[in-house]
């Protein structure tokens, strides 16, 4: 049985379509952002990808200041909140730096990643944003809220990235019997469909990163993107080798570096390393720099489009796949 759902805070209230675009490493930037925003959804992104630090500052100003933008051209239609993500792992040595340029900015939705931290919380709060605490399992997801996690993302099975292994039914379920608040779910998700079916598993918002990697704005490179375009679930790896924490690669980008993918050992998890010195400059990971992370859920992408596009094509198909239901149960949805 599920706890009652409580509104959603207000800053989830402005999003017109339920998705977040997930913060993808090194790929996501301010064109992107902006790009999902403007489209409708809640557009995200590293702070670690700003490198080196200093640039942080240049990007939320460019976000905030197009969105401005935006909102005063379309009154009608103002554009989604965006959020920055902050890896609060005892790695990041940049964390203060970054956070305190989010408080300059008052970034309305900060996504906490690798450890949640009740200071970080405060901080966030502080400012009147929110926090978004990305979690594998239902123990996690507990830990993250008791620690003043205003929502969480279920990350399940087939995400991009640092991916979960439990099924997006029982992650959901399990969380939704405790916990009423803002909730995403990520996992192999790249259609309208799949969008509606998290919504009816419980989430209130779809959470998609590997099929944003396919477009125009994506600070990808072209081979990257097009490897999304002509792959399937079957050429995506589970490892810990490349970051010291389970998750999602491409395999030809793998084999590219002269590995075999169904053969990579394991890694420390205690050496994770994202790069996140003082300056910013990438670390010891960056003789990974062109494995390709990216989820299960690619073989709807078939081309290289504008995210606009891909956020309408969601649309389409969403509203498509509620019909199709409303028919089969003979009853509006």
Known sequence: MSVPRQPLPAALQRVPFPVIGAP????????????????????????????????????LAEITESLAAWDRAHPDRPAAPFAINQIVHKTNDRLEHDMAVCAKYKVPIVITSLGARTDINDAVHGWGGIVLH?????????????????????????????????????????????????????????TGDAVLAA???????????????????????????????????????????????HGNYLKPSIRAAGMDPDHLPESDPSK????????????????????????????????IVPAADLVARLRREFDAAAGRIAQRMGQPL
């Open 24 to 59: 993808l490493f090194i790929v996501s930037n301010p064109k992107l952002v902006v790009a999902q925003c403007t489209a409708g959804i809640v557009g995200s992104m590293p702070a670690l990808n700003a490198r080196p630090a200093a640039q942080l500052d240049d990007w």
């Open 134 to 190: 990305d979690v594998i399992n239902n123990a996690f997801a507990r830990k993250a809220v008791e620690k003043g996690a205003d929502g969480l993302i279920a990350v399940a099975a087939g995400a991009g990235g640092h991916a979960g292994v439990k099924s997006p039914f029982a992650l959901v379920q399990e969380i939704r019997e405790w916990f009423g608040g803002p909730l995403a779910l990520s996992g192999a998700i790249a």
């Open 272 to 303: 994770m390393d994202f790069g996140g010195g003082p300056t910013g400059e990438p670390g010891a990971k960056k003789a990974w720099k062109d494995i390709w992370g990216c989820g299960q859920g690619i073989a709807p992408v078939k081309a």
């Open 199 to 245: 919504l009816a598993m419980g989430a209130d918002f779809a959470y998609i990163g590997s099929a944003f990697i396919a477009t125009d704005e994506a600070r990808a490179s072209d081979a990257y993107k097009q490897c999304i375009v002509e792959s399937t679930s079957d050429d995506i790896v589970y490892s810990s080798l490349f970051t010291g924490v």
